[in-house]
């Protein structure tokens, strides 16, 4: 199977992940930013995760480097532009790309032109390839979170027009979401749709809280539902898409290798799993190899693949015309 040329959908991409490390070189010396090497292969040892990290926080230290030159408008602009062409170019049709504007705030830049940089270089890749895309507002856990709100306002302008949803991203730790229900009501209530990562490192109940709680109608990662019998249950239940990232999840221990992954298990149990790169540069994939991954590694089929293609239609934050857009490839 030609794994590049199948249309392809990534719900679940983070921007400061993706970068070309060419382009960190570039934004360095425009910035008069020191980098602890210009060497190109330096520079992407820096930036690609080792293939099995000891946690997940070693392997989120990767984002430094590329947060230092995402401080500055163009930065953001070019960086998300970037990207999509990144995706367009192996076929990837719809993309939902996560950032947290509130780590771009550095050099005195303001929420609307953090998120409208963003949104400006995704539209310019629109306007050039054959890709659709939307971003989605991280608010990372550990930040105070006085700033939440400002971002679910500033964001609220390109609702629809850009900007379709809420998570919740960062160190995971038990039971964080009964403190961010005021948070996910009130990006709710002015129109956002919510996902949130839980159940990325070890905890089901987390899963369970954030669909019961938070009103997630994805989750990324949330695969330690298997085990936990009431997050499973729910989430076959309310019909909560996952947002499976193979490739990370074996690096950050989330599972010991890829052949443990339940990603089968639960397609073939009728839970709702998409396939994602979370980070393209940090985890060193695209979504032609997190795909050939899984389907060689599964034994899927072609029927297998668009299957889990048109739930990642159906469960994307897109519109309903592109939603039908999006369906002719799967004909």
Request: aromatic share 8%; proline share 4%; hydrophobic share 40%.
């Amino acid at each position: 199977m030609n794994y590049f040329n199948l249309p392809k959908i990534d719900l679940h991409c983070h921007l400061d992940g993706s970068v070309r490390p060419q382009t960190i070189i570039d934004l360095a010396q425009q910035q008069n930013i020191t980098l602890p090497s210009e060497d190109i292969n330096e520079i992407n040892t820096l930036m690609i995760a080792p293939e099995t990290c000891l946690n997940l926080d070693e392997y989120l230290k990767r984002f430094e480097l590329p947060l230092s030159v995402m401080q500055i408008a163009e930065g953001i602009e070019r960086i998300s532009f970037e990207l999509f062409e990144d995706a367009a170019k192996e076929n990837v049709k719809y993309l939902e790309v996560r950032f947290g504007p509130l780590l771009h705030l550095e050099q005195g830049l303001t929420l609307d032109q953090i998120i409208g940089s963003a949104v400006k270089g995704m539209k310019r890749a629109e306007k050039l390839y054959d890709i659709k895309g939307n971003y989605i507002l991280s608010l990372l856990r550990h930040m105070p979170k006085e700033g939440i709100k400002g971002v679910v306002d500033a964001g609220a302008k390109y609702l629809n027009n850009g900007v379709v949803a809420f998570d919740l991203a960062g160190g995971e730790l038990p039971g964080f979401c009964e403190e961010f229900v005021p948070y996910a009501q009130y990006a709710a209530e002015k129109g956002y749709r919510i996902t949130i990562h839980a159940g990325e490192q070890g905890s089901g109940q987390n899963v369970y809280d954030a669909v019961s709680l938070l009103g997630a109608e994805r989750v990324g990662h949330g695969i330690h539902i298997k085990g936990h019998a009431p997050a499973y249950d729910l989430v076959k239940s309310k019909a909560v898409a996952l947002e499976t990232c193979p490739s990370s999840n074996v690096q950050t221990k989330a599972v010991d290798n890829l052949s443990s992954h339940p990603i089968k298990e639960f397609y073939q149990d009728g839970v709702l799993i998409t396939i994602n790169t979370d980070n393209r540069t940090v985890s060193n994939t695209t979504m032609t190899d997190e795909v050939r991954k899984v389907m060689e590694e599964f034994k899927l089929s072609r029927e297998d693949y668009f299957n889990i293609y048109k739930i990642s239609v159906a469960h994307s934050f897109a519109s309903e015309s592109v939603k039908q857009h999006l369906l002719q490839y799967a004909e």
